[in-house]
C-alpha cells in the first residue's frame, strides 16, 4: 500500500488516465470497426466515409500516446488500401 501522499497522488492520477485511456481506445476501435464492416459489405462510398471519420481518430490516439506512431500508421494504411481495392 502506498504510503506517502505522493504515492497516494500517483494511484489516483493512474486510475483517472487509465479510465481516459480506455474510453479513447475503445472509441478508436469502434471507427475502425465501423471502417471493417463497411469493406465487408463491400460498400465503397460507406468504407471510404467511414475512413475519413476513423483516420484522424487514430491519429489522435497516436497523438496522445494511446498507439505508437508506426501501429497507428500501418493500421490507416491497411484500411486505406482495402477501401482503395473495393474502388478498382
Do not use: C, F, W
Request: hydrophobic letters at 35%.
Amino acid at each position: 500500500m502506498a504510503n506517502s501522499p505522493q504515492a497516494r497522488k500517483r494511484i489516483r492520477r493512474n486510475a483517472r488516465r487509465t479510465e481516459i485511456n480506455g474510453a479513447r481506445t475503445s472509441r478508436i476501435r469502434t471507427y475502425i470497426r465501423k471502417v471493417e464492416e463497411a469493406i465487408e459489405t463491400g460498400d465503397a462510398k460507406a468504407a471510404r466515409s467511414a475512413l475519413s471519420a476513423a483516420e484522424p481518430e487514430i491519429m489522435r490516439g497516436a497523438a496522445k500516446g494511446i498507439l505508437h506512431k508506426n501501429t497507428a500508421a500501418r493500421k490507416v494504411s491497411r484500411l486505406q488500401r482495402q477501401v482503395n481495392s473495393l474502388a478498382s
